[in-house]
């Protein structure tokens, strides 16, 4: 069973509410192997608070650095270095029987180490992307970047999920890049476990479903 791995167009755009919203409604397991920054708790602990079907398991991050920056920087700074062997073989100790969704860290460029950036560790992990985009100026640019670059390194993304109040251009951004929208999450004043259940009830999930 292939995972699921949420990258996107850039830091902040709600990667990790968009997990909690495919962890609840696929009742998956979820994993960030490399977590950079956790002054405010980790996006691990975060997503556990927002999850209710009492089946998901939070697995332990491969690396978990405090400074909030780059990994490759953060890593430097704490005499670290992340090793992409490493993570892969995590992931294959985790034995996960259900769907597994993997969280990465920023965007497909963002580095790991001097060499590796996340969209090596998604072919290393076979794993299937999803892209997270979301409304503000310049990310049509940022979303069509993002798709150009999966060309380029022969990644086929089994589509968008959009975040936050669109003005009816993710569908051009689908369009453009080719790759289907899977849904879109509305802006949200508050993020709670009763939220995220709510969202992971609306959406028709049964092409992901079929792809696992």
């Known amino acids: 069973m292939r995972p699921f791995f949420i990258s996107g167009i850039g830091t902040g755009i709600g990667k990790t509410v968009v997990a909690a919203v495919l962890t609840e409604a696929l009742q998956a397991d979820y994993w960030k192997p490399v977590q950079a920054g956790f002054a405010n708790g980790t996006d ?68 790991l180490n001097e060499k590796e950036f996340v969209i090596d560790l998604i072919k290393h992990l076979d794993a299937r992307l999803i892209l997270v985009s979301r409304n503000y100026l310049g990310s049509i640019n940022h979303s069509l970047m993002t798709a150009k ?29 080719g790759y289907p929208a899977l849904f879109s999450l509305p802006f949200m004043d508050s993020i709670s476990a009763q939220t995220i259940s709510e969202m992971a009830g609306r959406f028709d999930l049964s092409y992901l479903r079929s792809l696992l």
């Open 44 to 111: 691990s602990s975060w997503l556990a608070s927002l999850i209710s079907n009492g089946k998901t398991i939070i697995h332990p991050e491969t690396y978990k650095l405090q400074m909030a920056a780059s990994p490759h920087i953060a890593a430097g700074k704490e005499n670290q270095h992340i090793d992409i062997s490493r993570i892969v073989q995590d992931f294959h100790q985790l034995n996960v029987k259900r769907p597994l969704i993997i969280e990465g860290a920023g965007g497909l460029m963002v580095p």
């Open 149 to 177: 670059i999966c060309r380029m390194h022969g990644l086929e993304p089994a589509g968008w999920v959009f975040n936050d109040q669109y003005l009816n251009y993710e569908h051009e951004i689908a369009d453009w890049s």
